[in-house]
């Protein structure tokens, strides 16, 4: 067994909103037809989303795809983060075994 530092990759809620917002803006819909869009009885989802305060259910997300013409993955946007992993599995040890991005290696424990 060893630790090696795992890079996962994490929601960037910040960067997401800023997505949003601009493909909003871009594809011409303003807040109040996405709130029409959704169903919203209030703006406060959408712009809770732009602010990164929160992100989008994964259906409300297909919508957004759709509306904006791209995938969700263009939408979403990700960064990494290092976690510190113990390789007990072999699974786990194959993977990090691996050259590749996924794992940083460490001195082990």
Do not use: H
Request: glycine share 4%.
């Amino acid at each position: 067994m060893r630790t090696v530092t795992f890079l996962k990759p994490v929601v960037d809620l910040k960067a997401t909103g800023n997505k949003i917002k601009s493909l909003r803006i871009e594809n011409g819909y303003t807040v109040r037809d996405l709130q029409d869009i959704f169903g919203f009885d209030y703006p406060q989802a959408v712009y809770s989303w732009e602010q990164g305060k929160n992100i989008p259910a994964i259906d409300n997300l297909l919508v957004l795809a759709r509306l904006f013409g791209v995938a969700i993955d263009e939408i979403v946007m990700s960064r990494e983060i290092e976690v510190e992993i113990l390789c007990r599995s072999d699974k786990v040890e194959q993977l990090c075994n691996k050259n590749c991005d996924v794992c940083k290696y460490k001195l082990s424990a």
